[in-house]
């Protein structure tokens, strides 16, 4: 999700991968700065994108490469609505 400005006091991860998958794919990228912070069960980090293109293991190059406009995002993990509340989606 994007916004406007990171919060304060982030440490920058030196790391290419986003997340794995649930059934052990990569999530990764190639330029830009990610910052992991656990907020709660959805928001797991932020990400500034500079020229930025997302990669995913099984789908890559097949599909193609997804391009990040350039920003600032808050990571969060896909939810679904359910007669609970929100529930985390199992990739």
């Known amino acids: 999700m994007s916004i406007d400005k990171l919060p ?3 440490e920058e991860t ?3 991968q986003i997340m794995t998958g649930s059934h052990g794919n990569s999530h ?3 330029n830009g700065e990610i910052y992991f912070k656990q907020e ?3 928001i797991f980090g932020y990400f500034v994108a500079k020229n ?8 890559s190059p ?8 350039d920003g600032i ?3 969060r ?11 985390p989606v199992v990739d």
């Open 8 to 10: 304060e006091g982030l």
């Open 14 to 16: 030196k790391t290419k």
């Open 28 to 30: 990764t990228f190639d």
């Open 40 to 42: 709660d069960e959805f």
């Open 52 to 59: 930025t293109n997302l990669f995913h293991s099984e789908h």
């Open 62 to 69: 097949k599909i193609g490469d997804a391009n990040l406009p």
């Open 73 to 75: 995002y808050q990571l």
């Open 77 to 87: 993990k896909q939810n679904e609505h359910a007669p609970a509340g929100l529930t």
